[in-house]
């Protein structure tokens, strides 16, 4: 089929959804040239013939006639083992051989009798010669040209190595001369966003910035699909898994048993304000706020550690760059034997190990983001810093803020104090121990020692807030009494306390956000950037 300046006929009627006659006769007369496309193929063994050149007919006979075109819709018709190469292999190893690619077309310039086109593949990167000359027609040549970027296409080609390194790509060192071009998937012909745009650096510098074209955050997230395509996010979301894996790898071999915890529940799990209600046929029911009660439910029936990886849901409305209202929470709970500070070292741990796989086993992705949003590597002490409540007030007095003993801290505060921890101990990430009683959950354990502090703790990266935790309180009695102390009305949780009526041993926890550990791991500046499609109180689309 034929690609007329850069627009598919066929394609653009699918688009508009008309069926007039003229777009039924043309879906029919593509059918049919698709079945005799395959029909030769069959007969011939070989690539189908394509219609010639990408811009109409040209009289004099094509020397290339079946070495381009547009593949006809893949249904499965044929099952065919080929090797295909990952863009990322293509080096001066494979010097003067011929390869196989399927990837997307980044950007095509035309140039006299031959044409530049960069192939993407993921992160990946490497330009393609389209040169006419024996072999390759100037129809070939015009078709390619015209082949709208981010199509995907199939092309063979002989790898060569370059005399100058291409900075332009990934694979520097060489670079591909097209011997066959087929269109897989036509891209429409304009683009929201450029693929090129949307990966921009980000630099502090004003004059570079009026030059250069950003897209902003609405455009991306409206065209996620295309945004997500960047180097940027392909190393985003790489990172977010290798949080969940190293994650999952720390507590398993500390025997903790990964479970999965109800999101529809009957009651509010951290008290009325914040939940979701949604209609439970002919009733109502709630959106798990955290999987807390269930995971503890887990330690009074004998699992001893567990952990989950769930989403997780908050009616904030909250319009920060570190609120979401559906995130991912990675929860973990676990039975002690006689001190909290065992279940506090366990995550402080998990957490070191974490920093330490991402480093060790993602630093291109690490740094490829980088490249876009600059940032210092984050840093981590292993065991971690622990500081304890009073401390930090110090810490933050000493600096000039007026911070209560009893008192949250604010964002800001919080922020600060991250930094002064940072020149002083030269960490990224540290644990906050013994927050004041007052604000804490109902189900936190009260200090022995101490009324008005709690055995609880925040962990903190680069300033902000990305766990909460805490010995929980497995004495039903204790916990009716704080319960009521918070007003809580008994009944409503009943279900909860009853599941220590029967003994449960003492326990611990925390629950962590993976989109803020992603965000603050890699000194992003908005939350946004590390949830793939995000949901806020203004966005539930795509
Ligand atoms: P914050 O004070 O920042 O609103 P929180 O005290 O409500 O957080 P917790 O309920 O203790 O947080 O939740 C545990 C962890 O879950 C937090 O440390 C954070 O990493 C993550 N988290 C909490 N709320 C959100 C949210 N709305 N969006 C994204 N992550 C969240």
Redesign the pocket.
Known sequence: MGVQDGENAAGAADVEGKHSKSALKKAAKELEKAAKKQAYKAEKGGPEPSEGAAGGRVDEPDISEFRYGELPLNQSQIKETRTVTRVEAVNKSLANKTVLIRARLHTSRAKGKQCFVVLRQGRSTIQMLVAVGPGISKQMLKFVTNVPKESIVDVVGVVQPVPKPIESCTQSEVELSCHEFWVVSLSAPKLPLQIDDATRRVTDDADEDNLNIRVNQDTRLDNRVLDLRTPTNQAIYRIEMGVCKLFRAALEKKSFVEIHTPKIIPAAS?GGANVFTVSYFKGSAFLAQ?PQLYKQMAIAADFEKVYTIGS?F?A?D?NTH????E?I?LDLEMAFDTHYHEVMDTIGATFTEIFRGLRDHYADEIKTVGKQYPADEFTFLDPPLRLEFPQAVQMLREAGVDQGDEEDMSTPTEKLLGRLVKAKYDTDFYILDKFPLAVRPFYTMPDPNNPKASNSY?MFMRGE????GAQRIHDPTLLCERATHHGIDLEKIKGYVDSFRYGCPPHGGG???L???TMLYLGLDN?RKTSMFPRDPKRITP
Not at 465 to 468: A, C, P, R
């Open positions: 951290e955290s997780v908050r904030e909250s570190r609120h979401l209202t995130f929470g925040d807030e990305i766990l909460s629950g962590i956000g989109e803020r550990v939350i």
